[in-house]
């Protein structure tokens, strides 16, 4: 088991940080390993180790008991005492994170609830366009997911009715073999899959002519999703209640996890909150300089490109790129300049370039 690490190396911060800087690298960190953003191996567990040390050290008291005597002197909290008292929706508040007012934490850090099986979640990719991504808005998302039959209510009798108890196993969905070893004093028993009920517990007097039995129908649905100022690409927008529905009868409907994704553009490559283009000049450009109009994501800009410009240069164009998702500064521009040598030349264009030669000094080899 790998070592619990010091509350402050977690969050990045020193150990006399104030308040402030606890919560912006909370914050932070916060916003990069979410699971909800975040789907790489280990993330979930980063984000638990990250809201644990922020919960203690935004606490002064916790704090002060940890200053003292380490981890020792914060043992034994329960997830209320630690998570009780924070104001997620002050630290989060609209970044689309469907928090609901409650601790973002509760799914990650309980146990699994006794009763029916919630429905499992289901991820689909939204493209949107770069404009997108620079005002925010909405975008539509088509699926196909199976939902509760509404004419049977998912029992998959006809009329909604209970569908009785499998005869042969009664209700169990599973029929056992015993068998006595009496030379071992053991009892063995072989339990395995009722053939009559698939497993089911029940059997069908009266399939459902809507849905065959199954209790649920495959639906096809076009939701809205709204997209925030500076997405980040393979941001995941959860949707509560439009996942897979659950496999028990009452069970609670899994979500649908919206994963950004940024449509091609062929005027830009997205870095982040960067963009990148490339651009072609003349040689005689590269060497007397020129300006050029450069496209951006809200209009254009004049450019000017310096004399002696060499192959490859990089032009930087501040605050050209996109807004950071939440907080922080815009991206940048960055203009690649790639110089075109003419592969064939009129006599009079000749003629000059061999007058530029002879003027020029002589490079060694």
Do not use: W
């Amino acid at each position: 088991m790998a070592a619990q690490r010091d509350y402050y190396e977690v969050l990045g911060i020193a150990r006399d940080a104030d308040a402030k800087a606890i919560k912006d690298a909370f914050r932070d960190l916060a916003l990069k390993y979410h699971p909800d953003r975040n789907k790489e191996a280990g993330a979930e567990e980063r984000f638990k180790e990250i809201a644990e040390a922020y919960a203690i050290l935004s606490d002064p008291t916790k704090r002060a008991d940890y200053d003292a005597r380490g981890f020792a002197g914060v043992a034994g909290f329960s997830r209320e005492d630690l998570f009780g008292g924070i104001d997620f929706e002050d630290i989060f508040g609209g970044l689309n994170f469907g928090f609901g007012g409650g601790s973002p934490f509760e799914s990650f850090f309980r146990r699994r609830p006794s009763g029916p099986m919630r429905g499992a979640d289901i991820e689909v990719e939204v493209t949107v366009p770069l404009e997108r991504i620079v005002s925010g808005g909405e975008a539509q998302v088509r699926l196909k997911r199976p939902v509760t039959c509404p004419a049977c209510h998912g029992t998959g009798e006809s009329g909604g009715a209970t569908p009785p108890k499998c005869e042969i196993c009664h209700g169990s969905g599973r029929i056992t073999h015993s068998r006595r070893d009496d030379k071992e004093h053991v009892l063995i028993q072989q339990i395995t899959t009722c053939n009559a009920c698939a497993g089911q517990g029940f059997t069908h007097v009266h399939p459902c002519p809507q849905c065959d039995g199954r209790g649920e129908i495959e639906q096809e649905e076009s939701l809205t999703v709204k997209i925030p100022i500076g997405a980040e690409e393979g941001l995941a927008l959860r949707i509560p209640g439009k996942g897979m529905p659950s496999p028990d009868t009452g069970g609670v409907t899994g979500d649908l996890f919206a994963v950004v994704r940024t449509q091609p553009d062929p005027r830009f490559e997205r870095v982040g909150t960067d963009l990148l283009r490339q651009t072609t000049i003349s040689v005689t450009d590269a060497a007397l300089g020129t300006s050029l109009t450069v496209p951006t994501l809200t209009g254009s800009v004049s450019v000017v490109v310096p004399p002696g410009t060499q192959p490859d240069a990089v032009l930087r164009l501040k605050q050209q790129g996109l807004p950071a998702f939440g907080e922080g500064p815009r991206g940048d521009m960055f203009l690649r300049i790639k110089v075109q040598v003419p592969q064939q030349l009129s006599t009079p264009e000749r003629d000059l370039y061999e007058k530029l030669r002879a003027l020029g000094p002589q490079l060694e080899p």
